[in-house]
């Protein structure tokens, strides 16, 4: 799914714009498309990646509820949770994310990827970037 044009067809939830806010906790560029209003008591957005981009590794604290689910919409990508091998995502793949643990997600090399991301609620939450996930790791996938 290396084509732009082939995957934006099949990318239901559309590609957004420019995530230029958080540019610098990823590798390569990634599109942002809110698919709710903010006064909705839970934030969804379609994260689209273009092949190679991927995020740095981070943390979704909390002291109680908290972390994050992705429901994956189009393309192929990759995700990893830290001491855990590398996990395949493909459309209608879903990962739970318990809050508190480190992990990274994004595209596969010669793949667009997009995915729906749903901040869990939960008590003191907070996200936390970490280092980048280094080509020589990423290259190994």
């Not at 995020?55 to 509820?65: D, E, R, V, Y």
């Not at 393309?75 to 091998?85: L, S």
């Not at 879903?94 to 995915?115: E, L, M, Q, R, Y």
């Not at 939960?122 to 280092?131: A, F, H, I, P």
Request: charged fraction near 20%; proline fraction near 6%; aromatic fraction near 12%.
């Amino acid at each position: 799914m290396k084509d732009k044009e082939e995957f934006t067809k099949v990318n239901v939830f559309g590609l957004g714009e420019p995530n230029d806010a958080y540019a610098k906790y990823f590798i390569g560029n990634s599109y942002l498309n809110p698919l709710v209003g903010q006064d909705s008591p839970l934030f969804l957005a379609n994260v689209t990646f273009e092949p190679g981009c991927r995020n740095n590794w981070h943390i979704h604290h909390a002291t109680k509820g908290g972390g994050q689910i992705l429901i994956c919409t189009a393309g192929f990508g990759w995700f990893q949770e830290e001491g855990c091998d590398p996990v395949s995502l493909e459309p209608g793949k879903v990962i739970v994310i318990p809050a508190n643990v480190k992990h990274w997600h994004g595209a596969k090399k010669d793949s667009w990827f997009s995915h729906i991301s749903i901040e869990v609620p939960g008590e003191n939450t907070r996200n936390e970037w970490l280092e980048a996930v280094n080509d020589e790791e990423y290259n190994k996938l």
